[in-house]
């Protein structure tokens, strides 16, 4: 055989061996793709992506208080991220992004030489595509099956996503260290700001994280996140997305770290907790950790520091008093407060403890204490519903009750007996022994009945010292129970949360305020108690619990606990406030609840443990302080106003002390139920009716 015919053979022959392993080539890489492709994860997830989110919770006016997570992300649009801060993460993590499909080889030897030349990995292989397959497709195990699928699923990727598109998952989804996920995250915990505010210096920082979070963390090594934030200017400007004289000036630019601190635990941690647990219990723990949600609230951020700087300084001058001998954290005393605004229901401020790292434990809506004196408005109001007036008498006198061979003989806090009072020196002076007697008369059953009307669902004793404060309560139902006086008779129904949306805005929840009448408030001139102010009426709609008129002569007599009573500290605020204060046995707890036309609020003062406050820390002594510093920030920049007069309430001119009709000078102004002065056969001429255009405006009258 010719040697030029042996060539030809061998060539076909190669020919034909390239074709066979060509086309084997083409077979197995076929049979690769199908067989390792069959099983892999939809990308059309990707068209839908809803990572787990931020759920945010923000204050009436704005003000972000608390975040829960598992993973601290904002997804943010595209649109939204700086256009430096795009280049600067393709420049450092995949300059060729723009033009691969999925897949740079050039890059990935281009990786490979650097890693090698550098002694360290300065440069990843992996695109930007395939770094998003990585995190969201893919488990992150180690082998050469999970890179084939990882390329696989690069490549189907580019053929169905945008560069956009792959962009704003890449950007939202990457981990920035100290748990920030996504470049949103990141941007306000390293600098505080939203991230379409970032600089290319910013920008640069943030960017150079992506290869190892801990390693470049500008908080925890900072002059090894400098050199990385070179690394990627000097990128920038070799991929001609900076010049060089911008990459200087970054360079040069010194950055002002502002870390995030945690508004759970600064703004209003207590309240915070509370709707937390609504969420939870309505929403699921899922979604309140990965949905995203926005839950706007009712709290009011000037009013809860008011609340809690009262609260610490109150407690501060408690300790001061008393000098205890602190043998640990346990043993210091704590306080709780809320506050509703009567107009809307919503839940303005609350603290639940001095110190929610110390002790998660709400006191303002979890605990149950002793109530003392601050249960008995609850009796006196279930008296005037039987037919008792604020004149009525009541005999002072000892007392005493056998039970199983024991004797309880009810005491007065001072320990004497006035013989003869109204009902009204009974309130005001908080007269113990004539509350039992009164309790006696109207029957334990029908005040337990009438305190779970006005909302009380705490366990009530079942004995005479329920009227005395005996049950154990939460501030939060008896100060809403007080709401009732302060509503008109209304039922008032305390709002925390005013809207939840979903991360897209969607509302999922609107809690409005219920219709209040209009005029039920109105200014007062000089900041006196005008009771005579034009009557207002109401119409039962269902959530009239007592009579307005019931509501209207309870707030009159509370008036008179401030005016002349254990309220007095209340004087101080210079505007219309009816308020009572509470004291249990060996002064373990100390209460002080009252309201004004705008806002009801209650203060509890204790020890968490069975101790005593200390000899003389009553409700006025360690409670009131609290509540007149809170209330006096809460309200001084509002106008004074009168507590609204309904329909069917009339005055009448009496004597303090015995209540008998007085033309005097010093008489004491009171109000009745229409028709119950008629019922006395008290002369005309000594009536005073709430028809305002019939006053004799020229009398002196004086408000206990």
Known sequence: MSKSRRVEKTIKISIALTFVVACGAVVLGMGIYFYVGRDLPSIQTLKHYQPSAVTKFYSEDKELIAEYFVERREVVPLDKIPVSLIQAFVAGEDARFFRHRGLDYIAILRALVKNLFSGEIVQGGSTITQQVVKSLLLSPEKSIGRKLKEAILAYRIEKHLTKDEILYLYLNQIYLGHGAYGVAAASEVYFGKPVDQLTLAEGALLAGLAQAPSKYSPLSHPEQAKRRQLYILNRMVEEGFISPFDSLAASQRPLRFSPRHNPFLEKAPHFSDHVKRYIEEKYGKERLLRGGLRVYTTLDTRMQRAAQEAVEAGLRELEKRQKYSASGESQAPEAALISIDLETGYVKALVGGRDFKKSQYNRAIQARRQTGSAFKPIVYASALDRGYTPVSILVDSPLAFESGGKVWRPKNFD??????????????????????????????????????????????????????????????????????????????????????????????????????????????????????????????????????????????????????????????????????????????????IGYTPELVTGVWVGFDSDRSLGEGETGATAAAPIWVDYMSKALNDKPIRDFPIPLGIEFMRVEPRTGHPSSRKDALLECFREGSIAERKIPTALRTTTDFFKLDMNFSARFP
Do not use: C
């Open 415 to 592: 320990g004497k007996f006035l013989g003869p009072i109204t009902v009204r020196t009974a309130l005001t002076h908080s007269v113990n022994v004539v509350t039992v007697k009164l309790a006696q008369h109207l029957g334990i059953e029908y005040i337990h009945e009438y305190a779970r009307r006005l909302g009380i669902s705490s366990p009530l004793s079942d004995d005479l010292s329920v009227a005395l404060g005996s049950s154990s309560l939460s501030l939060f139902e008896l100060t809403k129970a007080y709401g009732v006086f302060a509503n008109q008779g209304r039922t008032l129904k305390p709002i925390f949360v005013k809207k939840v949306t979903d991360r897209n805005g969607k509302v999922l929840e609107e809690n409005l305020p219920p219709f209040r009448p209009e005029g039920s408030s109105s200014p007062s001139e000089g900041g006196a108690s005008n009771p005579l102010s034009q009557p207002v009426a109401y119409e039962n709609d269902g959530n009239q619990l007592i009579s307005p008129q019931t509501a209207y002569i309870m707030t009159h007599l509370l008036q008179g606990v401030v005016q002349n009573g254990t309220g007095w500290r209340a004087k101080s605020l210079g505007r219309p406030v009816a308020a009572k204060t509470g004291t249990t046995d060996q002064f373990f707890d100390a209460w002080f």
